[in-house]
């Protein structure tokens, strides 16, 4: 059994295989959801849509540099997958000195962008679920990542889980 996010008790959140391919199944279908949703159409016109489209362009470039950096910066240790890959070290420099979960802060970020450079509310909203489906995944990597590194509890301590400055 896992320990949960917090470092105590056992988590309650389901494995979903043995290394957590149901996570990324689900992953998959809220992000084509989240595309569907931004090219469904524009929910909101007028002159607000110009400074949407910027803000949300700016969003999604961001929110790609987090993800790319957490995808570098993971080196050997990178797997589509919550459960750690075998043999890997933990990684806390580079992104991840400011986030544990870089990839999917940067995810977050773009997909909150895309929601705003199409104007569509489904896709914000969309955002949203994202955020709520990667705290959940987090939670489940978290617990995974705290039974196979010593120093992860210190290391959770210290870091935000996914969003720089925010959370």
Same mark, same amino acid.
């Given at each position: ?54 803000? =949300?362009? %700016?969003?999604?470039? /961001? $929110?790609?540099? &987090? *993800?790319?950096?957490? !995808?570098?910066?993971?080196?050997? +240790? #990178? ?26 802060? =940067?995810? %977050?970020?773009?997909? /909150? $962008?895309?929601? &705003? *450079?199409?104007?569509? !509310?489904?896709?914000?909203?969309? +955002? #949203? ?39």
């Amino acid at each position: 059994m896992a320990r949960d996010a917090a470092g105590g008790g056992v988590s309650s959140l389901p494995s979903l295989g043995s290394r957590g391919e149901g996570w990324v199944a689900i992953q998959g279908v809220l992000l084509v959801a989240e595309a569907a949703a931004g090219l469904a159409g524009p929910m909101i016109d007028g002159g607000v849509r110009v400074g949407l489209a910027v803000v =949300g362009l %700016v969003a999604i470039g /961001l $929110g790609g540099l &987090l *993800a790319v950096r957490g !995808v570098v910066d993971l080196r050997e +240790a #990178l797997t589509p997958l919550p459960h750690p890959r075998d043999g890997a070290s933990l990684v806390d420099t580079g992104s991840y000195a400011m986030v544990r979960h870089p990839i999917y802060g =940067g995810i %977050v970020i773009a997909s /909150l $962008g895309w929601g &705003l *450079a199409t104007a569509s !509310v489904a896709a914000v909203v969309g +955002a #949203l679920v994202i955020l709520a489906f990667f705290r959940l995944k987090s939670a489940r990597e978290e617990a995974w990542l705290a039974e196979r590194y010593a120093g992860y509890d210190a290391y959770r301590g210290r870091t935000r889980r996914m969003l720089p400055f925010v959370y």
